[in-house]
């Protein structure tokens, strides 16, 4: 395929859209976990707050360790664009395999202090029984979202955005079915599990898409999952990329511990509004990311090749195609402004909180867009220890200090908002800037 096919309407959507349908499918997961729990007739509040908990810990779990996904998927891409693709023929068993292993120790390390983990949380009385609840049902799925990723990431890395998105797909709308299948119950054939429904809902979706994604690595493509020593070269280098990764993933998970204890603190109804407009802003972010995950595949690749200037019309194309979708998806929120609550509960002292908040979000849009769309690229060409750094910078001299601030002037939810607002905003311009100062000067010399 030429450089200007590459770079085409048509190519980049062809890796931008699938990405983005599989992207959804896992706030999708959340989200429907919470719309449905949200709406149970006894103790909605609070079963709605164990969810954005719990949902919240185990995102940062998952996002912690899944981080080997991105560093596998840059090396395949760089190698792939070189054209040197079977000289890594052992590297993705050998990171699977580590991925699984290490999942296992944290899920067995975290079981027996649940309840003091979520008290961390602000979490206690009925919510924390909740939690706890709901948490030891949902761990379990743990190492299998870890491998679906690690496969996702195989794909992606050859170009291939597709059959994630088939797995992605399948796993949500399993989850959707047995959400209300299980929750709510079928008379006469399935009880009413209510919180416990939701659970293993999610669970059952997600060995449904571990199986999926065996079949499909071993069936798509010429990847073995046979481990094979001695240990690849690049698989040190893949752990160090996962290592800055997973610091990175550890400020990031700071800011939405805070986010989320903070609006504990402040009361049931808050952190239940909370549930819900994080619910919304993630859902966001991952449409957009779409698009930055097929930058990530191409900045790879062009990398690889020493191919500059595509890397450079690559940046371009991506933020003006980002900023066109978050502008449509800020006129979506605008137009069905309280009916998105109205989704994820009826209660109206959590309404009027979401509704008081929800402009924030929306406002936030065009930043997420430019913030994940040079995230997605600086991924591809492997530049961890950066984007480690910007994160961390971000999170500890822009929400930190915001959140405190604004708590201080008593603003509960608008001090959480105004706090990721600050982040998205030294996100996005450190990794624009880096940008430009790096390769500007190739483009033009």
């Known amino acids: 395929?030429?450089?200007?096919?590459?770079?085409?309407?048509?190519?980049?959507?062809?890796?931008?859209?699938?990405?983005?349908?599989?992207?959804?499918?896992?706030?999708?997961?959340?989200?429907?976990?919470?719309?449905?729990?949200?709406?149970?007739?006894?103790?909605?509040?609070?079963?709605?707050?164990?969810?954005?908990i719990v949902g919240s810990f185990l995102s940062a779990l998952i996002w912690v360790l899944g981080q080997t996904r991105s560093a596998l998927q840059a090396i395949i891409a760089q190698y792939y664009g070189a054209n040197k693709i079977d000289e890594i023929s052992t590297l993705p068993a050998q990171a699977i395999y580590f991925n699984i292993l290490l999942s296992v120790v944290i899920l067995v390390s975290t079981l027996p202090f649940i309840e003091g983990i979520f008290s961390l949380y602000n979490a206690s009385g009925l919510i924390l029984e909740y939690c706890v609840q709901y948490y030891s049902i949902r761990v379990w799925g743990f190492p299998l979202t870890l491998f679906t990723f690690a496969v996702f990431g195989i794909f992606r890395g050859l170009q291939n955005t597709f059959w994630p998105m088939v797995v992605a797909l399948i796993g949500a709308g399993l989850n959707i079915l047995l959400d209300f299948a299980l929750v709510y119950g079928i008379e006469g054939y399935i009880p009413a599990l209510q919180l416990e429904g939701a659970a293993y809902a999610s669970l059952i979706a997600q060995g449904v898409m571990a199986i999926l994604s065996l079949i499909l690595v071993l069936s798509k493509t010429k990847v073995s999952l046979k481990l094979?020593?001695?240990v690849h070269?690049?698989?040190?280098?893949?752990?160090?990329?996962?290592?800055?990764?997973?610091?990175?993933t550890i400020a990031l998970n700071l800011a939405l511990y805070l986010a989320n204890s903070f609006a504990t603190g402040y009361g049931a109804s808050y952190i239940a509004a909370q549930t819900i407009l994080i619910n919304i802003w993630l859902f966001s972010a991952f449409f957009i990311d779409g698009y930055a995950a097929a930058g990530n595949i191409l900045a790879g690749r062009f990398l690889g090749a020493n191919d500059y200037k595509s890397l450079w019309d690559l940046s371009k194309k991506l933020t003006k195609y980002s900023l066109i979708i978050s502008g449509g998806l800020m006129l979506i929120a605008v137009i069905f402004y309280e009916q998105l609550g109205l989704i994820f509960s009826k209660e109206p002292e959590v309404i009027a909180r979401f509704t008081a908040i929800f402009f924030i979000v929306i406002l936030m849009q065009p930043l997420n867009a430019l913030a994940f769309i040079f995230d997605g690229i600086?991924?591809?060409?492997?530049?961890?220890?950066?984007?480690?750094?910007?994160?961390?910078?971000?999170?500890?001299?822009?929400?930190?200090?915001?959140?405190?601030?604004?708590?201080?002037?008593?603003?509960?939810?608008?001090?959480?908002?105004?706090?990721?607002?600050?982040?998205?905003?030294?996100?996005?311009?450190?990794?624009?800037?880096?940008?430009?100062?790096r390769f500007k000067p190739k483009i033009d010399s």
């Open 1 to 52: 395929m030429s450089k200007t096919n590459t770079l085409s309407f048509k190519n980049i959507n062809r890796l931008a859209i699938p990405a983005l349908l599989a992207g959804i499918a896992e706030p999708i997961l959340s989200a429907t976990d919470a719309a449905v729990v949200g709406n149970v007739p006894v103790n909605a509040t609070e079963v709605l707050a164990a969810v954005g």
């Open 378 to 437: 600086f991924k591809g060409m492997g530049e961890m220890k950066y984007l480690r750094n910007v994160l961390m910078a971000a999170t500890f001299f822009g929400f930190v200090p915001a959140i405190f601030i604004a708590d201080y002037f008593d603003l509960k939810l608008y001090a959480v908002w105004i706090a990721f607002t600050v982040w998205m905003v030294v996100r996005s311009a450190a990794l624009i800037l880096k940008f430009r100062k």
């Open 228 to 230: 094979k020593l001695p």
């Open 233 to 248: 070269p690049e698989l040190w280098r893949l752990l160090g990329m996962a290592l800055n990764l997973f610091v990175r």
